[in-house]
């Protein structure tokens, strides 16, 4: 028997016999309002259109108790006999809650939860998807949607790529023209949008009832087009460059105009103008207002492919940026570039190279965990989740790989940097640019089941890692997948037939 859970746990020990979940089954919360027992309660519904009762009471045989302990940290124990004790933290008890729904198993009629112990602790603290807002925008309820399937996998940051070159997602109080002039548009003439700030916090607590921290990313000092449609001041004239030339020719696209809307998919060409004081004042505008509205630590500057920027003027200016996200309060992320900058001490870095540097990529990379800061894994060719699966894959880019199911899945984030310390990965992100996106269902594609191989390499143990067994869980999960109404790609890589 398949042991039908992703990420698989720290520790499971499997006893015979099975506890079966009936109407008469109750969910018992340390608190009526507990967000966990709701979710909980949700999913058991639309899966088993079972109503089960949320109640304050002792348990009897049957039900399901979560119980939030004192302890830290995201572990938690599961235990399935003639009831089911879901204990740990409330985050723990969350992610416990995740692994109960992937247990349960029924034929439309029956449900069932087989008689298990679980203890169950992250590898990595980090574990993340990013979501491209930029290129194609997304309204609220999508990325609810984004973050209920991130959380189904014990994901623990949603990284928000809120601005581009493309348009500008967020309200700013302060600078009301971003939204005003630079949201309305998007990549390949799809329309824009923006968040409110109020989108913004309803966001901001949907993911935190899933014990999800978004991580907001200004990108910056590159990737900047749109500021320009508001605030032309403080950007430089749009620089050309032979691969942005080459890329506009073959995929007959407009060049960059400054002041006017940009639709294409080259990179490299804007920048802020970065010794202008005013330049200054707009980040301190903006940049306050994100930190203020994010109740998360994390806070990123973006800094990947200033291709048009001086690297003494770079590094000054990430020096600078990284310096006022801190602060702020926040912890600065940045794209593995900005480690060429003397950054703030404890800048995250997060690497998207391949999974072979070279050496000054692998330098820049560990200079954050030399200043103090640690790194997130995004290796471009194995957990980029906007590479095809295939050549034939109908969505998707292939500049960095084409990644297949086992290719997402067999890579390992701590030997990918010569010389960087174990302790100083902190995680693993998987990014989703928005090129060739429309729909919600577009995303569903290249998430599942990709997502699923980072979000194992970001919580199972290295020991127990194993394509052959990873391969049969996600089939089974898929089940939990399609009765929640995601959809997503079933590669051949799979034996879906049973
Ligand atoms: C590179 S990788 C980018 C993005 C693009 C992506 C497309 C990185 C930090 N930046 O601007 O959307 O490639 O795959």
Known sequence: MVFPVVPLPASVTEFPGTLALTSASRILAGDASDATASVLREAIAARTGLILEVVIDAASAGDIELVITGAEGEAYDLVVDDRVRISGSAAGVFHGVQTLRQLLSGDGEDWSLPHVSIADAPRFAYRGLMLDVARTFFGVDTIKAFIDRAASMKINHVHLHLTDDQGWRLEILSRPLLTERASATAASGRDGGFYTQDDFREIVDYAASRHIVIVPEIDLPGHTHAIGLAYPEIVEAPVMNEALLAQAAELDQALPVAGEPYTGWGVGHSSVKIH????????????????????????HIGGDEAHGTEQ??????????????????????????????????????????SLSPDERVAGITRAFAERGGSVVMSPSDAAYLDQKYDADFPLGLDWAALIDLETAYGWEPTTIVDGLPEAAVLGVEGPLWAETLETP????????????????????????????SFRARVRAVASVWDAAGWGGHRPAEIDWSN
């Open 276 to 299: 202008d004081e005013a330049t200054w004042e707009f980040l301190r505008d903006v940049l306050g207002e994100v930190a203020a509205l994010t109740p998360g630590p994390l806070l």
């Open 312 to 353: 003494a003027d770079f590094d000054a200016f990430i020096a600078r940026v990284t310096t006022l996200v801190t602060d702020l309060g926040k912890t600065p992320v940045g794209w593995h570039e900005a480690g060429s900058a003397p950054v703030a001490p404890g800048t995250i870095g997060q690497y998207w190279s």
């Open 441 to 468: 269902d577009d995303i569903d594609q290249l998430l599942f089941p990709r997502a699923a191989a980072i979000a194992e390499i970001g919580w199972s143990q290295k020991e127990s890692r194993d394509w052959e």
